[in-house]
C-alpha cells in the first residue's frame, strides 16, 4: 500500500479511536488513528477496519470519530475499511463494556461471542425485507399464562412495552415452548424484538417447533454453535437490520443485538452449558439481566425450580415471582413417593432385587406398563457400574495392588463379573473389604447400560431405551417401554407423558463435593417429575432417597420457591455466591503472589487459600505441572455491592501483571458457578 500524506487526512473529524482485537488485558483500550478521506464514509462507528499495530495488520473496530487527538506522537492511518456494516452498534458496546467490568474481561474475548466472523457473501443476502413481510402469523393464545400468580398482568406489562421482570417456576406438564412462543410472538406483533436463549439443541428445536406454528420459518432466527460461518453472519446482520425480531438460541446468542428489545428469557439458568468455557466465562443469564437493565426490556428466568441468583434476584426486589397456586400444582402434579434403598426394602421381591429397586418402585414401573405407558428411570451414569463398595460397610472397593477402584466390566467374557481394577485392569475374584472383611459388593453408581440390563431381567418382554453421553434419544412413543436416561438426555414422549418415573442411586448426584449439588439434583429430579402423567392420570415418581432429607420432602411437596430460599439463605450462612460476589484466581503460587501483591482489592474483600486446585477443574490454559508443580486456586470474596466493583479491581491487576511480563498462565474467574 503506498504511504498517506497528510492532505490525504479525511475532512471532516479525521481521528479514528479504534480497539484493536489483541486479547491482551494491557492493551484492551483504544488507540487513535488517522483516517483518509478514501474512507472517511465508511469508517463509522461500529464498523470493522484493519489497522498496523506493532507491526503487524490486525483487525480492529472503530468506536468513535473526532475533530483531533490528545496522543503526542505521529498517528498512522488506518490501513482499510472491512466492511462497511455496523456490526458493533452502540447497544452492543455498552453490553460489552459493562460485561468486562462484571468479569473482569478483556472486550475482544467478549466480542468473539458478540460477533461472527464476517462473511462477504452473507453481505449480499436480503436482510432488510420487513419481518411482517416474511410469512403470516397466527394470533398467540396466551391463557397458558393465566394459570399463575399475576401471570395476566405480566403478559400486559410485556405486551405493552413496560418494563417487567419475574423469576417463572413452571408447573409440572407445562408446554413451556408454547407459552413462551407466545409470549415472543405477541411482542414482535407489536414492533418489538424477543430474545430467548436456552441450554442446549434439543430446547432450541422445541422452542423452534412451538414458534413455527404461528409463524412462517423466515420470521423465527435460530443462533446456535452449530452454524456455518455465512449462516451466523448473514443471520447476524438480519438481526443488526431490524430484520429478526424472534430470536433464539443456545448460549452465544445472549448477545444478538435485536432491534428494539422488548424481551429477554433464559431457560434452567442453572444448567452449566449457559457458562461460557472461554474467558471471561460469562454467564448467559448475567448477559441478559445486563441488557435488561441497560436497554429497559422486560426478563424472564424460567425453569421448574429456581436457582439461587434467580432467587436473590427476587429477595432484592428486581424480579417477582411467577408460580402457580396450590391447587394448580396439585392437579398438575404426579404422585411423588420417596423409597428408601435399604436391604430390607430390596428383597421383599426377587424380581425387584435383581433390578435392586424397593418394592414400591419396582410396583409404579409395573403398573404403568400395563396401562401401555412408557417409564422413565434416570441415573447418574452412562455404561456400566463405574465402582463398587462393600455391601456391609459401604467402604469403597479397592484394588489390593494399585489401591485403584473396583468395577464391573461390561460383557460376560472372561472378567465380565468379577470385579475389576479400573486403573490396572487386574481382576479381584476373592476380593475382601479392607475395612471389615465383607466379601460382598455393591454398586456405588449404576450406568445406563447396566441398568437397563437388570431391568431387562426384571420386566421380561418389554422393550428397552437407553439414552445419554453420545447416544441421546430426542422422543419415545407413548406405549410401554423402560426408557434409562442420564440427567438432561430423557427423551420426550410424543402424544403424552411417562406413566412413571424412577430416580435412582441419587446419592451419587448429592454426595458429589459441590456447592450447588443440593440445587442441581433437585432441578434434574423435577425435570424428570415435569415430564410424568398427573396424580389423577396414575402418574406417579418414585425417587430413592432418604425421606428424612430435606430436599427430597421439597420435592415431594413440589416446593421449589422453599428449596430456593432455603439454598440462599445457606449460601448466606457460609458466605458464598450469589450471597456475595466471589472469585477463583488459579495459577502457580508465584504468580498467584504476584497478582495479589499489584491488585488492590476493594473494601471489605477476603482472600482464602490458595488451596491445591480442585480435581474436577482444568487447569488454567498451557499450564505444565512438571514445570510448576500442582495448580493453586485462590479465592476472593467481597460483599454485595455494585457487580462490577471486583472486576475492575481484578482487571486492573492484570494490566499491572502484563506490564511485569509474568507469562504464566493465570485464570480469573468472577463468580464461577463451581467453586471446588
Not at 422445541?206 to 413455527?212: I, K, N, Q, S
Not at 454467564?283 to 436457582?307: D, P
Not at 412413571?500 to 417429575?529: P, S, Y
Not at 415418581?541 to 439454598?567: F, H, K, N, S, Y
Request: with cysteine; glycine share 8%.
Amino acid at each position: 500500500m503506498a504511504s498517506r500524506s497528510t492532505a490525504d487526512t479525511a475532512q471532516h473529524k479525521p481521528v479514528a479511536a479504534v480497539l484493536p482485537l489483541l486479547g491482551l488485558a494491557h492493551l484492551d483500550r483504544p488507540f487513535d488513528y488517522l483516517v483518509a478521506e478514501e474512507h472517511s464514509a465508511d469508517a463509522q462507528p461500529g464498523v470493522r477496519v484493519r489497522v498496523r499495530f506493532a507491526g503487524r495488520l490486525v483487525d480492529a473496530l472503530v468506536l468513535e470519530r473526532r475533530s483531533a487527538s490528545d496522543h503526542d506522537g505521529k498517528l498512522r492511518f488506518i490501513d482499510r475499511v472491512i466492511s462497511p456494516e455496523v456490526v458493533y452498534p452502540e447497544r452492543v458496546k455498552k453490553l460489552v463494556d459493562a460485561l468486562s467490568d462484571r468479569y473482569a474481561g478483556v472486550r475482544s474475548d467478549l466480542l468473539r461471542s458478540a460477533i461472527p466472523p464476517r462473511h462477504a457473501g452473507a453481505e449480499s443476502s436480503d436482510t432488510d425485507t420487513a419481518w411482517e413481510g416474511l410469512g403470516e402469523v397466527t394470533e398467540p393464545d396466551l391463557s397458558p399464562w393465566s394459570a399463575y400468580e399475576h401471570g395476566e398482568s405480566f403478559v400486559d406489562a410485556v405486551v405493552s412495552g413496560t418494563p417487567a421482570r419475574a423469576a417463572w417456576q413452571m408447573a409440572p406438564g407445562e408446554d413451556w415452548a408454547a407459552a413462551l412462543a407466545a409470549l415472543a410472538v405477541k411482542v414482535a406483533l407489536g414492533g418489538r424484538g424477543a430474545l430467548i436463549v436456552v441450554p442446549d439443541q434439543r430446547d432450541v428445536d422445541a422452542l423452534e417447533a412451538a414458534l413455527r406454528e404461528l409463524v412462517s420459518a423466515k420470521q423465527v432466527t435460530v443462533l446456535t454453535a452449530g452454524l456455518g460461518q455465512q449462516a451466523r453472519y448473514r443471520r447476524y446482520l438480519a438481526i443488526l437490520h431490524g430484520q429478526a425480531r424472534l430470536v433464539i438460541g443456545t448460549r452465544s446468542a445472549a448477545f444478538a443485538p435485536v432491534d428494539k428489545l422488548a424481551l429477554t428469557v433464559v431457560l434452567h439458568d442453572g444448567d452449566d452449558n449457559l457458562v461460557d468455557p472461554r474467558a471471561p466465562y460469562a454467564h448467559a443469564r448475567e448477559v441478559l439481566t445486563t441488557r435488561s437493565s441497560i436497554e429497559s426490556s422486560s426478563f424472564i428466568v424460567a425453569g421448574y425450580t429456581r436457582s439461587a441468583e434467580a432467587q436473590l434476584l427476587v429477595e432484592a426486589g428486581w424480579a417477582h415471582g411467577l408460580v402457580a397456586p396450590r391447587e394448580t400444582l396439585r392437579t398438575r402434579m404426579p404422585l411423588i413417593r420417596a423409597a428408601g434403598d435399604s436391604e430390607f426394602e430390596l428383597v421383599r421381591d426377587p424380581r425387584a432385587q435383581s433390578a435392586r429397586l424397593p418394592l414400591v418402585a419396582f410396583e409404579a414401573a409395573r403398573k404403568a406398563l400395563d396401562r401401555n405407558q412408557p417409564v422413565l428411570i434416570q441415573v447418574p451414569r452412562k455404561g456400566y457400574v463405574p465402582t463398587l463398595a462393600c455391601g456391609n460397610c459401604r467402604a469403597p472397593a479397592r484394588c489390593r495392588v494399585c489401591n485403584g477402584p473396583l468395577g464391573l466390566p461390561p460383557g460376560t467374557g472372561e472378567h465380565g463379573s468379577v470385579p475389576t481394577c479400573r486403573w490396572c485392569g487386574r481382576p479381584d475374584p476373592q476380593h475382601r473389604c479392607s475395612e471389615c472383611g465383607s466379601v460382598k459388593t455393591r454398586a456405588v453408581v449404576l450406568g445406563t447400560e447396566r441398568t437397563a440390563e437388570e431391568l431387562g431381567r426384571a420386566f421380561p418382554s418389554t422393550r428397552v431405551i437407553t439414552s445419554g453421553g453420545s447416544r441421546v434419544i430426542d422422543e419415545v412413543g407413548c406405549a410401554a417401554g423402560l426408557v434409562v436416561a442420564t440427567p438432561g438426555a430423557e427423551p420426550r414422549v410424543t402424544g403424552g407423558h411417562y406413566g412413571a418415573a424412577l430416580l435412582l442411586d441419587t446419592w451419587a448426584l448429592l454426595g458429589r463435593q459441590d456447592l450447588r449439588a443440593t440445587e442441581d439434583t433437585l432441578a434434574k429430579w423435577a425435570a424428570v417429575a415435569a415430564q410424568v402423567s398427573p396424580r389423577r392420570d396414575d402418574g406417579e415418581v418414585i425417587v430413592v432417597a432418604d425421606p428424612g432429607l430435606t430436599v427430597v420432602q421439597e420435592l415431594l411437596r413440589w416446593d421449589m420457591v422453599g428449596a430456593a430460599e432455603r439454598e440462599l439463605a445457606e449460601r448466606r450462612a457460609v458466605r458464598f455466591p450469589p450471597a456475595v460476589h466471589m472469585a477463583a484466581v488459579d495459577g502457580a503460587n508465584a504468580s498467584l503472589d504476584l497478582f495479589l501483591e499489584l491488585t488492590e482489592l476493594p473494601a471489605g474483600a477476603e482472600v482464602l487459600g490458595p488451596v491445591d486446585l480442585p480435581a474436577s477443574a482444568k487447569l488454567p490454559g498451557d499450564y505444565d505441572e512438571s514445570r510448576f508443580g500442582p495448580a493453586q486456586r485462590l479465592l476472593i470474596r467481597t460483599p454485595l455491592g455494585p457487580r462490577s466493583e471486583l472486576g475492575r479491581a481484578l482487571r486492573r491487576g492484570m494490566v499491572a501483571r502484563a506490564t511485569r511480563k509474568d507469562d504464566l498462565a493465570l485464570r480469573v474467574q468472577v463468580d464461577p458457578v463451581h467453586v471446588g
